[in-house]
């Protein structure tokens, strides 16, 4: 059981890492489509580490079920939320800061 | 030192939905807002699954399971009440009107 308790606290410690440096990275960059790339992929792993750090302290198979529906949602719907955030604001003429509107 | 490790992965959950509260005031545009509130929703959901390992109680895992769809559902419907400011119009309606109406 110590194996099973240090594989989780390394994942939780692994995920809590990986959201700070997306949350650092979606406050410093400087325009919009370079933030889009912090928290598109931060937000994938690190709710797959914490998620999976959290599946291993699990003592009964309903809890496991529930955090693996959990991962299973926030896996289809945290890449559908940016794709359709990037698509918007493509279509809604956010442009880079060196590109003059010329997307055509 | 499991609760450790959960206290410690709280805390910097936390500290990450502070941040990202931070870009979602500061924003310039819309969208910067947007990114941040999806970002803080799904942190939200994090959150409350951490405590609910934390607090040793199960009901928190059904109300975190409701929130991560909450959370998708709202930034869509924002998004889609941007682009066509009405929630009601489908891409049908979208395709005719998109030379009449632009937005």
Do not use: W
């Amino acid at each position: 059981m110590i194996i099973v308790d240090l594989l989780s606290g390394i994942c939780l410690i692994a995920g809590s890492i990986v959201g700070l440096i997306g949350a650092v990275g979606v406050l410093r960059f400087p325009d919009f489509f370079s933030r889009l790339h912090p928290a598109g992929i931060t937000d994938t792993l690190c709710a797959s580490l914490v998620l999976f750090g959290l599946i291993l302290q699990a003592a009964e198979f309903t809890v496991v079920a529930k955090l693996l529906l959990i991962l299973f949602f926030l896996l289809f719907t945290t890449p559908s939320a940016t794709l359709a955030l990037a698509k918007t604001a493509v279509q809604g003429g956010c442009t880079l800061p060196n590109d003059k509107g010329a997307h055509d | 030192m499991t609760q450790v490790c959960l206290t410690a992965t709280a805390l910097a959950i936390l500290i990450v939905m502070a941040l990202a509260l931070t870009r979602a005031v500061l924003g310039p545009s819309v969208y910067d807002r947007a990114l941040a509130v999806n970002m803080f929703g799904t942190k939200t959901v994090l959150l409350i699954s951490v405590i609910d390992f934390l607090g040793g109680r199960q009901e928190f895992l059904d109300i975190s399971l409701a929130y991560a769809l909450i959370n998708f559902i709202s930034v869509i419907a924002m998004l889609k009440f941007y682009r066509y400011a009405d929630l009601h119009r489908t891409d049908e309606t979208s395709a005719s009107n998109e030379e009449a109406t632009p937005t």
